[in-house]
């Protein structure tokens, strides 16, 4: 499989003042094509972090992040953000929808971002991912006059829209309840198969977790082996 994403000894420190604290250290990550990877840790072990250095939201204090053959943190902001747009899709705990826009308006808009995709295409396609999530019956509504599993499912139709290579989850399920987290996940990974997506998914839930073709555990910003 080709490599989509690849990290280099990551290691992130924040300065404030006297206090130094160093949350990353010396992280080393390859993601192919089409895998599925859950990356399971508790609060404060840096998951988060981690995903936003991988998805250029952020730069590492040293180490290298390199999607599809370029370096991240050698580019600029507007570069990664063209990147970012271009081969990545998110997908948060909290849906992070656009409050004053219906469903088709949020999933429509990562693609009007990209300037060069017609308005009625951008639409068209948003329908259609919305139907494929079950809510082909909720497109004129807004996310206040959705369900949280309902506002989820719009979140997953906005993050594969752009038909990315690879997926960022930051603990997609974490809001919900148990069965509405196990049919969302279960929607993701359909869709992820489908549409030959990568996912990489920080959770604290080892039974989601489990359902991926490869876990790590992240214990105080260092890689650790799972102990059975």
């Excluded at 600029?76 to 088709?104: C, S, V």
């Excluded at 494929?132 to 506002?151: A, F, T, W």
């Amino acid at each position: 499989m080709s490599e989509i994403l690849v990290a280099k000894n990551i290691n992130k420190i924040y300065d404030e003042g006297s206090i130094r604290t160093q949350v990353l250290t010396g992280l080393d990550l390859t993601v192919r094509a089409g895998e599925r990877i859950a990356i399971v840790g508790t609060s404060g072990s840096g998951k988060s972090t981690l995903l936003h250095l991988l998805g250029g939201l952020d730069v590492p204090t040293s180490g290298e992040v390199w999607l599809h053959g370029q370096c991240l943190n050698q580019m600029n902001e507007t570069e990664r953000g063209n990147m970012r747009n271009q081969h990545l899709g998110f997908i948060y705990q909290f849906h992070h929808l656009l409050p004053e826009f219906t469903a088709i308006e949020n999933v429509a808009m990562p693609l009007l971002l990209r300037k060069d995709v017609p308005i009625k295409q951008a639409r068209h396609e948003a329908v259609a991912l919305l139907e494929r999530v079950g809510l082909g019956h909720r497109l004129e509504h807004r996310p206040g006059e959705l369900s949280g599993g309902e506002r989820q499912r719009v979140a997953i139709a906005r993050a594969l829209v752009t038909k990315p290579s690879l997926v960022l989850a930051d603990e997609p399920t974490g809001n919900l309840d148990y069965d509405n987290a196990q049919s969302i996940f279960t929607l993701l990974a359909e869709l992820q198969d489908t549409m030959q997506t990568a996912l990489l998914m920080v959770t604290h839930d080892r039974s989601l977790a489990a359902m991926a073709d490869r876990q790590m555990l992240l214990k105080n910003g260092k890689w650790e082996d799972f102990l059975d």
